[in-house]
Protein backbone atom coordinates (compact mmCIF):
# COMPACT_ATOMS: atom_id res chain seq x y z
CA UNK A 1 0.00 0.00 0.00
CA UNK A 2 2.76 2.25 0.38
CA UNK A 3 3.74 2.25 -3.21
CA UNK A 4 0.19 2.60 -3.70
CA UNK A 5 0.58 5.94 -1.78
CA UNK A 6 3.71 7.09 -3.27
CA UNK A 7 2.05 6.76 -6.82
CA UNK A 8 -0.93 8.54 -5.84
CA UNK A 9 1.14 11.66 -4.27
CA UNK A 10 3.13 11.44 -7.93
CA UNK A 11 -0.29 11.71 -9.89
CA UNK A 12 -1.39 14.96 -7.50
CA UNK A 13 2.28 16.30 -8.05
CA UNK A 14 1.89 16.25 -11.84
CA UNK A 15 -1.53 17.45 -11.91
CA UNK A 16 -0.53 20.47 -9.86
CA UNK A 17 1.88 20.96 -11.93
CA UNK A 18 -0.17 20.64 -15.29
CA UNK A 19 -2.56 23.10 -13.82
CA UNK A 20 0.51 25.79 -13.47
CA UNK A 21 2.08 24.83 -16.78
CA UNK A 22 -1.56 25.17 -18.66
CA UNK A 23 -1.98 28.89 -16.74
CA UNK A 24 1.61 29.90 -18.00
CA UNK A 25 0.91 28.86 -21.35
CA UNK A 26 -2.47 31.02 -21.44
CA UNK A 27 -0.76 34.29 -19.82
CA UNK A 28 2.63 33.67 -22.58
CA UNK A 29 -0.79 33.84 -25.05
CA UNK A 30 -2.39 36.54 -24.14
CA UNK A 31 0.55 38.29 -23.87
CA UNK A 32 2.33 37.15 -27.31
CA UNK A 33 -1.04 38.64 -29.12
CA UNK A 34 0.03 42.58 -27.64
CA UNK A 35 3.49 41.79 -28.18
CA UNK A 36 2.73 40.87 -32.06
CA UNK A 37 0.63 43.03 -32.69
CA UNK A 38 3.05 45.61 -31.76
CA UNK A 39 6.59 44.01 -33.78
CA UNK A 40 4.60 44.02 -36.40
CA UNK A 41 3.11 47.09 -36.99
CA UNK A 42 6.34 48.92 -36.05
CA UNK A 43 8.80 46.68 -38.18
CA UNK A 44 7.83 47.77 -42.07
CA UNK A 45 8.07 51.66 -40.80
CA UNK A 46 11.65 50.51 -39.16
CA UNK A 47 12.88 48.45 -41.90
CA UNK A 48 11.86 51.72 -44.17
CA UNK A 49 13.83 54.25 -42.11
CA UNK A 50 16.52 51.88 -41.83
CA UNK A 51 16.81 51.87 -45.66
CA UNK A 52 17.06 55.81 -45.64
CA UNK A 53 19.13 56.13 -43.26
CA UNK A 54 21.64 53.91 -45.03
CA UNK A 55 20.99 55.62 -48.32
CA UNK A 56 21.03 58.85 -47.17
CA UNK A 57 24.13 58.66 -44.47
CA UNK A 58 26.54 57.03 -47.50
CA UNK A 59 26.06 60.60 -49.15
CA UNK A 60 27.22 62.41 -46.22
CA UNK A 61 31.35 62.81 -45.10
CA UNK A 62 32.01 62.26 -41.27
CA UNK A 63 31.92 66.04 -40.38
CA UNK A 64 28.12 65.52 -41.38
CA UNK A 65 28.17 62.13 -39.96
CA UNK A 66 29.98 60.83 -37.35
CA UNK A 67 28.01 58.33 -36.32
CA UNK A 68 29.45 56.00 -40.04
CA UNK A 69 32.69 56.71 -38.83
CA UNK A 70 34.91 53.13 -38.97
CA UNK A 71 37.62 53.36 -36.61
CA UNK A 72 40.10 50.42 -35.91
CA UNK A 73 37.99 47.79 -33.98
CA UNK A 74 39.60 47.79 -30.16
CA UNK A 75 36.46 48.47 -28.05
CA UNK A 76 32.97 46.52 -28.74
CA UNK A 77 29.61 47.27 -27.05
CA UNK A 78 27.71 44.33 -26.95
CA UNK A 79 24.20 45.15 -26.11
CA UNK A 80 22.48 41.97 -24.70
CA UNK A 81 18.82 41.31 -25.10
CA UNK A 82 17.13 38.83 -22.74
CA UNK A 83 14.07 38.17 -20.32
CA UNK A 84 13.47 39.07 -16.72
CA UNK A 85 12.58 35.55 -16.37
CA UNK A 86 13.04 32.10 -17.33
CA UNK A 87 10.63 28.26 -18.25
CA UNK A 88 11.09 29.73 -22.67
CA UNK A 89 13.07 26.74 -23.40
CA UNK A 90 16.24 28.12 -25.10
CA UNK A 91 15.46 31.84 -25.64
CA UNK A 92 18.12 32.92 -22.58
CA UNK A 93 20.79 30.24 -23.24
CA UNK A 94 20.59 31.34 -26.98
CA UNK A 95 21.82 34.74 -26.50
CA UNK A 96 24.35 33.91 -24.14
CA UNK A 97 26.29 31.64 -26.34
CA UNK A 98 25.34 34.04 -29.43
CA UNK A 99 27.46 36.58 -27.00
CA UNK A 100 29.89 33.85 -26.04
CA UNK A 101 30.75 33.52 -29.71
CA UNK A 102 31.16 36.80 -30.23
CA UNK A 103 33.79 37.37 -27.42
CA UNK A 104 35.72 34.04 -28.15
CA UNK A 105 35.95 34.61 -31.78
CA UNK A 106 34.80 37.32 -34.19
CA UNK A 107 35.68 40.04 -31.04
CA UNK A 108 38.74 37.79 -29.92
CA UNK A 109 41.20 39.65 -28.69
CA UNK A 110 39.13 43.38 -28.21
CA UNK A 111 37.56 44.45 -25.48
CA UNK A 112 34.35 43.68 -25.22
CA UNK A 113 31.61 45.09 -22.42
CA UNK A 114 28.01 43.81 -22.31
CA UNK A 115 25.52 46.25 -21.51
CA UNK A 116 22.63 44.00 -20.47
CA UNK A 117 18.99 44.49 -20.62
CA UNK A 118 16.85 42.02 -19.04
CA UNK A 119 17.80 40.05 -16.06
CA UNK A 120 18.89 36.65 -17.55
CA UNK A 121 21.55 38.13 -19.77
CA UNK A 122 22.71 40.21 -16.76
CA UNK A 123 22.86 37.32 -14.54
CA UNK A 124 24.93 35.08 -17.25
CA UNK A 125 27.77 37.23 -17.27
CA UNK A 126 28.05 39.03 -14.06
CA UNK A 127 30.98 36.86 -13.18
CA UNK A 128 32.76 36.79 -16.30
CA UNK A 129 34.43 40.17 -16.26
CA UNK A 130 32.45 41.53 -19.87
CA UNK A 131 29.49 43.27 -17.80
CA UNK A 132 29.94 46.69 -17.78
CA UNK A 133 29.98 48.68 -14.70
CA UNK A 134 26.54 50.48 -15.20
CA UNK A 135 26.11 54.31 -15.22
CA UNK A 136 24.17 55.65 -13.00
CA UNK A 137 21.83 57.50 -16.02
CA UNK A 138 20.70 53.66 -16.79
CA UNK A 139 18.04 51.67 -14.80
CA UNK A 140 18.32 48.07 -13.46
CA UNK A 141 18.42 45.64 -16.10
CA UNK A 142 15.43 44.07 -15.75
CA UNK A 143 13.35 47.82 -15.52
CA UNK A 144 12.91 48.46 -19.24
CA UNK A 145 10.68 45.52 -19.64
CA UNK A 146 8.28 47.03 -16.32
CA UNK A 147 8.04 50.61 -18.66
CA UNK A 148 8.69 49.12 -22.54
CA UNK A 149 8.14 52.79 -24.42
CA UNK A 150 10.41 54.21 -26.87
CA UNK A 151 11.55 57.18 -24.62
CA UNK A 152 12.83 54.04 -22.21
CA UNK A 153 14.52 52.43 -24.80
CA UNK A 154 15.67 56.12 -25.84
CA UNK A 155 17.32 56.00 -22.60
CA UNK A 156 19.69 53.14 -23.69
CA UNK A 157 20.29 54.03 -27.32
CA UNK A 158 21.45 57.48 -26.50
CA UNK A 159 24.24 56.05 -23.63
CA UNK A 160 25.47 53.73 -26.54
CA UNK A 161 25.35 56.70 -29.42
CA UNK A 162 27.39 59.15 -26.84
CA UNK A 163 29.96 56.33 -25.87
CA UNK A 164 30.58 56.11 -29.71
CA UNK A 165 30.91 59.68 -30.71
CA UNK A 166 33.48 59.66 -27.77
CA UNK A 167 35.41 56.79 -28.92
CA UNK A 168 34.86 54.51 -25.86
CA UNK A 169 33.36 52.11 -28.36
CA UNK A 170 34.44 51.59 -31.94
CA UNK A 171 31.49 49.34 -32.56
CA UNK A 172 28.18 48.49 -31.08
CA UNK A 173 26.19 45.25 -31.49
CA UNK A 174 22.33 44.45 -30.65
CA UNK A 175 22.46 40.59 -29.91
CA UNK A 176 18.78 39.68 -29.92
CA UNK A 177 15.96 37.07 -30.81
CA UNK A 178 14.16 38.81 -33.64
CA UNK A 179 10.54 37.21 -33.89
CA UNK A 180 9.75 34.50 -36.62
CA UNK A 181 6.56 33.13 -34.87
CA UNK A 182 5.31 31.35 -31.49
CA UNK A 183 7.10 27.94 -31.90
CA UNK A 184 10.27 29.80 -34.01
CA UNK A 185 12.74 32.84 -33.00
CA UNK A 186 16.33 33.94 -35.15
CA UNK A 187 19.40 35.06 -33.16
CA UNK A 188 20.27 37.92 -34.36
CA UNK A 189 23.97 39.83 -33.91
CA UNK A 190 22.77 43.29 -35.40
CA UNK A 191 25.34 46.21 -35.76
CA UNK A 192 24.29 49.28 -34.64
CA UNK A 193 27.22 51.61 -34.93
CA UNK A 194 28.78 52.39 -36.81
CA UNK A 195 26.11 52.82 -39.29
CA UNK A 196 26.64 50.79 -42.46
CA UNK A 197 26.10 51.92 -45.70
CA UNK A 198 24.13 51.18 -48.65
CA UNK A 199 24.37 48.46 -50.80
CA UNK A 200 26.15 50.86 -54.05
CA UNK A 201 23.29 50.91 -55.84
CA UNK A 202 23.78 54.34 -57.32
CA UNK A 203 22.40 57.64 -56.41
CA UNK A 204 19.46 56.46 -54.12
CA UNK A 205 19.24 60.33 -52.80
CA UNK A 206 17.79 61.38 -55.65
CA UNK A 207 14.09 59.61 -54.66
CA UNK A 208 14.00 62.18 -51.73
CA UNK A 209 12.99 65.69 -51.41
CA UNK A 210 14.81 67.00 -48.47
CA UNK A 211 12.90 69.94 -47.36
CA UNK A 212 14.25 72.29 -45.72
CA UNK A 213 17.73 71.39 -46.29
CA UNK A 214 19.47 67.53 -46.26
CA UNK A 215 21.98 68.44 -43.46
CA UNK A 216 19.06 69.64 -40.69
CA UNK A 217 16.88 65.98 -41.77
CA UNK A 218 19.57 64.06 -41.36
CA UNK A 219 20.93 65.68 -38.26
CA UNK A 220 17.10 64.93 -36.60
CA UNK A 221 16.82 61.37 -38.23
CA UNK A 222 19.73 59.95 -37.89
CA UNK A 223 19.53 59.65 -33.83
CA UNK A 224 15.77 58.91 -34.08
CA UNK A 225 16.56 56.09 -36.72
CA UNK A 226 19.16 54.69 -34.36
CA UNK A 227 16.88 54.63 -31.14
CA UNK A 228 13.89 53.21 -33.38
CA UNK A 229 16.50 49.99 -33.94
CA UNK A 230 16.93 49.48 -30.98
CA UNK A 231 13.84 49.79 -29.62
CA UNK A 232 11.90 47.45 -32.75
CA UNK A 233 15.12 44.55 -31.03
CA UNK A 234 13.88 44.92 -27.77
CA UNK A 235 9.88 44.69 -28.75
CA UNK A 236 11.01 41.91 -31.00
CA UNK A 237 12.84 40.03 -28.17
CA UNK A 238 9.80 40.47 -26.04
CA UNK A 239 7.68 38.74 -28.87
CA UNK A 240 10.00 36.31 -28.80
CA UNK A 241 9.61 35.83 -25.52
CA UNK A 242 6.15 35.33 -25.11
CA UNK A 243 6.35 32.73 -27.96
CA UNK A 244 8.99 30.86 -26.71
CA UNK A 245 7.55 30.25 -23.53
CA UNK A 246 4.33 29.57 -24.86
CA UNK A 247 5.84 26.55 -26.74
CA UNK A 248 7.71 26.03 -23.57
CA UNK A 249 4.41 25.41 -21.50
CA UNK A 250 2.45 23.86 -24.46
CA UNK A 251 5.51 20.97 -24.48
CA UNK A 252 5.29 20.89 -20.44
CA UNK A 253 1.84 20.46 -20.47
CA UNK A 254 1.71 17.58 -22.91
CA UNK A 255 4.86 16.06 -21.33
CA UNK A 256 3.22 16.43 -18.02
CA UNK A 257 -0.22 14.70 -19.23
CA UNK A 258 1.71 11.45 -20.75
CA UNK A 259 3.23 11.42 -17.47
CA UNK A 260 0.13 11.13 -15.58
CA UNK A 261 -1.14 8.86 -17.99
CA UNK A 262 2.22 5.97 -17.65
CA UNK A 263 1.60 7.06 -14.24
CA UNK A 264 -2.57 5.89 -13.61
CA UNK A 265 -2.12 3.02 -15.35
CA UNK A 266 1.06 1.90 -12.82
CA UNK A 267 -1.17 2.76 -9.88
CA UNK A 268 -4.10 0.57 -11.58
CA UNK A 269 -2.10 -2.36 -11.91
CA UNK A 270 -0.43 -2.29 -8.81
CA UNK A 271 -3.56 -1.90 -6.99
CA UNK A 272 -5.08 -4.76 -9.04
CA UNK A 273 -2.41 -6.70 -7.76
CA UNK A 274 -2.37 -5.66 -4.13
CA UNK A 275 -6.46 -6.77 -4.63
CA UNK A 276 -5.03 -10.01 -5.86
CA UNK A 277 -3.12 -10.60 -3.26
CA UNK A 278 -5.26 -9.64 -0.51
CA UNK A 279 -7.74 -12.33 -2.06
CA UNK A 280 -5.77 -15.26 -1.98
CA UNK A 281 -4.35 -14.59 1.59
CA UNK A 282 -8.35 -14.49 2.34
CA UNK A 283 -8.85 -17.66 0.46
CA UNK A 284 -6.00 -19.35 1.66
CA UNK A 285 -6.61 -18.45 5.17
CA UNK A 286 -10.27 -19.82 4.62
CA UNK A 287 -9.18 -23.41 3.49
CA UNK A 288 -6.28 -23.31 6.61
CA UNK A 289 -9.16 -23.25 8.82
CA UNK A 290 -11.46 -25.69 7.13
CA UNK A 291 -8.62 -27.67 7.12
Same mark, same amino acid.
Given at each position: =?????? *? ?11 ? *?????? =????? @? ?15 ? %? ?31 ? /? ?16 ? *? ?19 ? @??? +? ?7 ? =?????? &? ?28 ? @????? /? ?11 ? *? ?8 ? %? ?22 ? +???? @???? &? ?6 ? $? ?13 ? %??? $? ?6 ? +? ?19 ? /? ?8
Amino acid at each position: =MANLKE *IKNRITSISSTMQ *ITQAMK =MVSAA @KLKRAQDAITQLRPYAE %KMQDILSNVSSTLDLSENRYAEERDVENVLVIG /VSSNRGLCGGFNNNIKKR *ITTLINEEYKGKNVEILSIGK @KVN +DAFKNGGHL =MSRPDE &LSAPEAIFNDLTFEHVSEYATFAMERFLEA @KYDKV /VIVYNEFKNAASQ *IIRAEQMLPI %KPAADEGDTTSDYIFEPSKLEIVR +DIIP @KTLK &LQLFKAIL $DSYASEHGARMTAMH %KAT $DNASELKK +DLTLEYNKARQASITNEILEI /VGGAEALNG
